[in-house]
């Protein structure tokens, strides 16, 4: 229990910092997308490509990918079936809020603190940028015009660079090829970097937001928060449990269905122009509630030993 409570006290205090800076700290606007950016393009995609290379392949793909799989289309469908009345498009992203995990700016870093393991967030990762990330595009294009670009879509998942990073780490993995010695130091040393520049941003961007004002997304947003940071880990712990998975395995899916809704659904809502403050409000929101319940998960796992 204290390794858990001390990673996310580690987490809070790196978030505290960007709080900090973005508020008094007199930086220039937006400080906090170009860290985004910097940690996505470069400091994330070189920590999984290290974790990826050297993790054990079949702890990475195996039961809890499919526990993981089966919360996240259940708390699609659930908001889809709720909200029948919302325009379609309006209804594939409030169901993506609901069960697309943040895999990589909240995951990797709660990952590596709480869990003790980095690479426990990267079948959650390949799993959204190879499979539902496409299938959401597909969904959300055809809702607008009828139609979808198959070739923008299957290529989507390519453009991302930590999915790159990933499938580049599993080639290395599965052939057995290993760095130079300089060039692995340089993409160790740069991906250390990216947890904490990554918390850091994800402070900043906590500054002067005001969510949830009252008016017609209101609803389908807490819906979506709730099915994202107490639906989704209830049904992971669940499935973990019907499938037997061992307790350490249940912590973990449990813990990395509880973290929030992924920045990558407001780009999508960004992109197609609707249901922007349904989203926008859902991932915030999402962020603020998953804390204490990632804390209430830590404690009930590690004290009352839930088996």
Not at 36 to 52: E, I, K, M, Q
Not at 135 to 145: D, F, G, P, V
Not at 294 to 303: P, V
Request: with cysteine.
């Amino acid at each position: 229990m204290i390794s858990a409570f001390t990673g996310f006290a580690l987490i809070g205090g790196i978030v505290l910092v960007g709080w900090i800076l973005r508020r008094w700290g007199r930086l220039p606007e937006h400080s906090e997308a170009v860290l985004g950016r910097v940690s996505y393009l470069a400091l994330a995609p070189c920590l999984l490509f290290a974790g990826v290379a050297g993790a054990d392949l079949g702890l990475l793909f195996s039961e809890p990918l499919l526990v993981s799989t089966a919360a996240a289309l259940l708390c699609f469908a659930l908001f889809a079936v709720t909200f029948r009345r919302l325009e379609r498009p309006a209804r594939v992203l409030g169901a993506m809020a609901g069960g697309y995990t943040n895999a990589g700016n909240i995951g990797i870093p709660v990952a590596t603190y709480v869990l003790g393991d980095p690479t426990l967030v990267v079948p959650v990762i390949v799993l959204q940028t190879l499979i539902l990330m496409p299938l959401t595009i597909i969904l959300l294009e055809m809702s607008l015009t009828g139609r979808a670009e198959w070739r923008a879509v299957l290529t989507a998942p390519l453009r991302n660079p930590m999915t790159i990073a990933v499938l580049l780490g599993l080639v290395a993995n599965l052939t057995g090829v290993t760095l130079p010695g300089v060039l692995a130091d340089l993409v160790s040393t740069i991906g250390a970097a990216a947890v904490p520049v990554v918390l850091i941003a994800f402070g900043m961007s906590l500054s002067g937001r005001r969510v949830l004002d009252a008016g017609p997304d209101r609803r389908p947003a807490l819906a979506s928060v709730a099915l994202k940071v107490t639906v989704m880990p209830a049904l992971a712990f669940l499935l973990g449990v019907a499938l037997g998975l061992t307790h350490d395995q249940v912590y973990a899916v449990t813990v990395l269905a509880a973290l929030p809704a992924a920045q990558n659904v407001f780009l999508l809502a960004q992109r197609s122009g609707v249901a922007l403050i349904l989203v926008r409000d859902a991932v915030f929101a999402s962020t603020i509630a998953c804390v204490p319940v990632l804390l209430l998960i830590s404690f009930l796992f590690t004290s009352v030993s839930i088996r």
